[in-house]
T-cell receptor, first 111, second 114 residues
Framework: KQEVTQIPAALSVPEGENLVLNCSFTDSAIYNLQWFRQDPGKGLTSLLLIQSSQREQTSGRLNASLDKSSGRSTLYIAASQPGDSATYLCAGSTNAGKSTFGDGTTLTVKP | NAGVTQTPKFQVLKTGQSMTLQCAQDMNHEYMSWYRQDPGMGLRLIHYSVGAGITDQGEVPNGYNVSRSTTEDFPLRLLSAAPSQTSVYFC?????????????FGAGTRLSVL
């Protein structure tokens, strides 16, 4: 059974700092790894999707990497802003049509 | 383009009542799924569908039924509500298999069972 772990559970940084969020998974047979953002009381918004054949994906100030051999993915946020404050979740998906989510990292960026 | 629409946004039920959570998508997506989100337990898959007429169980299917008579709609039925079903429910859709496609989420239904 796939298990996904995100550490730390919460992170607070000053504005402008670069930061890395971590995601670990136990089953390397994932087909993709997706990072989401969730604002309080809202649904999930997809940020980046990394296919199993890819090593990383970039969108603006966000960069996500995937290392299947070590069972790890990271989300790098450059020059953080208060508007980046949210909970970030990662999810590994199998070809069978199932996703397993981590519990998320709650990020607070202080002005 | 509304994306994934969930209704209602909030619901309070008494133990033993039944209800249907509605989910509709207008993106012609084949794959749809239901999750519940509980503090400290992340999102857990309840049921999913890879196309009209096809459904399958996820991680926590007990107490829930689904059907997929059209591509657009994927309702979730609570047969006899229990306090343990108090949660936030999310519906999601994807163009094809999760192997290659982004999941799009609705805004959620917040359910309390008293």
């Amino acid at each position: 059974k796939q298990e996904v772990t995100q550490i730390p559970a919460a992170l607070s940084v000053p504005e402008g700092e670069n930061l890395v969020l971590n995601c670990s998974f136990t089953d390397s047979a994932i087909y993709n790894l997706q990072w989401f953002r969730q604002d309080p009381g809202k649904g999930l918004t997809s940020l980046l999707l990394i296919q199993s054949s890819q090593r990383e994906q970039t969108s603006g100030r966000l960069n996500a990497s995937l290392d299947k051999s070590s069972g790890r993915s990271t989300l790098y946020i450059a020059a953080s802003q208060p508007g980046d404050s949210a909970t970030y979740l990662c999810a590994g998906s199998t070809n069978a049509g199932k996703s397993t989510f981590g519990d998320g990292t709650t990020l607070t960026v202080k002005p | 383009n509304a994306g994934v629409t969930q209704t209602p946004k909030f619901q309070v039920l008494k133990t033993g009542q039944s209800m249907t959570l509605q989910c509709a998508q207008d993106m012609n997506h084949e794959y749809m799924s239901w999750y519940r989100q509980d503090p400290g337990m992340g999102l857990r898959l309840i049921h999913y569908s890879v196309g009209a007429g096809i459904t399958d169980q996820g991680e926590v299917p007990n107490g829930y039924n689904v059907s997929r008579s059209t591509t657009e709609d994927f309702p979730l039925r609570l047969l006899s509500a229990a306090p343990s079903q108090t949660s936030v429910y999310f519906c999601a859709s994807s163009r094809g298999t999760l192997a290659k496609n982004i999941q799009y989420f609705g805004a959620g239904t917040r359910l309390s069972v008293l």
